[in-house]
Nanobody, 117 residues
Framework: QVQLVESGGGLVQAGGSLRLSCAASGRTFSMYAMGWFRQAPGKEREFVAGIRWSSTYYVDAVKGRFTISRDNAKNTVYLQMNSLKPEDTAVYYC????????????WGQGTQVTVSS
């Protein structure tokens, strides 16, 4: 069982920045692929960014603005979000793919990000 706890959401003006953190349990955190997803009101949950070994992946809408990183010593994955736009407003979820099979098995409770115009 893996527990994921997100933090760092909040209200920010357009053009501002936030850094989300996700603390994970588990002794083999360094082996997990990790991802960030988001869900805006009335929309389906969508993939935002992922980190798998040393490779990172982003949805086109956030490329060049968001950066995913991890600190294995702290069992934590981060999402640095810069140049935020109102359309980035959503609940952001951290997720873990513990078997490296491209299926995200565990999810955090989510953290709200609101970007005002």
């Amino acid at each position: 069982q893996v527990q994921l706890v997100e933090s760092g959401g909040g209200l920010v003006q357009a053009g501002g920045s936030l850094r989300l953190s996700c603390a994970a349990s588990g002794r083999t955190f360094s082996m997990y692929a990790m991802g960030w997803f988001r869900q805006a009101p009335g929309k389906e949950r969508e993939f935002v960014a992922g980190i798998r070994w040393s490779s990172t992946y982003y949805v086109d809408a956030v490329k060049g603005r968001f950066t995913i990183s991890r600190d294995n010593a702290k069992n934590t994955v981060y999402l640095q979000m810069n140049s935020l736009k109102p359309e980035d407003t959503a609940v952001y979820y951290c997720s873990a793919d513990v078997d490296s099979d491209y299926v995200y098995d565990y999810w955090g409770q989510g953290t709200q990000v609101t970007v005002s115009s």
